[in-house]
C-alpha cells in the first residue's frame, strides 16, 4: 500500500512540473526570445525587424511561431518592408540545443513576398550590415534542415532603369 501512494506522489509531482514547464515556456520564453530576436536583425543587418504575435508549439516538436513578420527595407528603397511573411514558423531540435548547438529542423514560411531593388548605383537593398559589425558566425554555428515556402511572390525593381 505504501509504495502504492508513493508512486501515485511520484506521478503527480511530474505531471506538476512537466505542467509549470509547458506553462513557463508558453507565457515566457517567446515574449522574451522576440525583443531580443529583432534587436540581434537590427545591430547586424541595420535594418527594423516586426511582428506581430510570437507563439510557441510543443508538438510535435518545439517551435517558434512568428506572425506578419517584416524586413525594413533599405532607406532608399521604394517601399518601406523588403520582406514580409504572413507566418513563420521555426522547429528546432531539443537534444542539440542542450548541448550548444542551434540546429533548426525546419522553417517554414506562408504568404510571402520580397521586394527586391537597387538604387540608381546599382547597389542592392539586400545588401546589409554596417561597417561596425563584426565577423559572421561560423557556418557551423547553425544548422538548417529543411526549408519551406508557401506562396511567395517576388517584385523586382532596377533603380538604373525604373522598370
Known amino acids: 500500500m505504501r509504495l502504492k ?3 501515485a ?3 503527480v509531482l511530474l505531471f506538476a ?3 509549470a514547464i509547458v506553462i513557463a515556456l508558453h507565457l515566457l520564453v517567446p515574449h522574451s526570445l522576440a525583443p ?3 534587436a540581434s536583425v537590427k545591430a547586424d543587418t541595420g535594418r527594423e525587424l516586426s511582428f506581430g504575435e510570437v507563439g510557441l508549439t510543443l ?3 518545439p517551435a517558434l511561431v512568428l506572425s506578419q513578420l517584416r524586413l525594413g527595407n533599405a532607406s532608399w528603397g521604394s517601399q518601406p518592408w523588403l520582406a514580409q511573411v504572413e507566418r513563420a514558423s521555426a522547429a528546432f531540435d531539443t537534444l542539440a540545443l542542450l548541448s550548444g548547438r542551434l540546429r533548426i529542423r525546419q522553417i517554414a514560411l506562408t504568404d510571402a513576398t520580397v521586394l527586391l531593388e537597387t538604387d540608381a548605383n546599382g547597389v542592392g537593398n539586400w545588401v546589409m550590415g554596417s561597417s561596425k559589425a563584426g565577423q559572421p558566425a ?3 554555428a547553425l544548422e538548417i ?3 519551406t ?6 517584385t523586382y525593381r532596377d533603380g538604373r532603369t525604373g522598370r
Open 17 to 19: 512540473v512537466l505542467a
Open 149 to 154: 515556402l508557401r506562396s511567395l511572390g517576388f
Open 138 to 140: 561560423s557556418p557551423n
Open 5 to 7: 501512494r508513493l508512486a
Open 145 to 147: 534542415g529543411e526549408l
Open 59 to 61: 508538438w510535435p516538436r
Open 36 to 38: 531580443a530576436l529583432a
Open 9 to 11: 506522489t511520484t506521478v
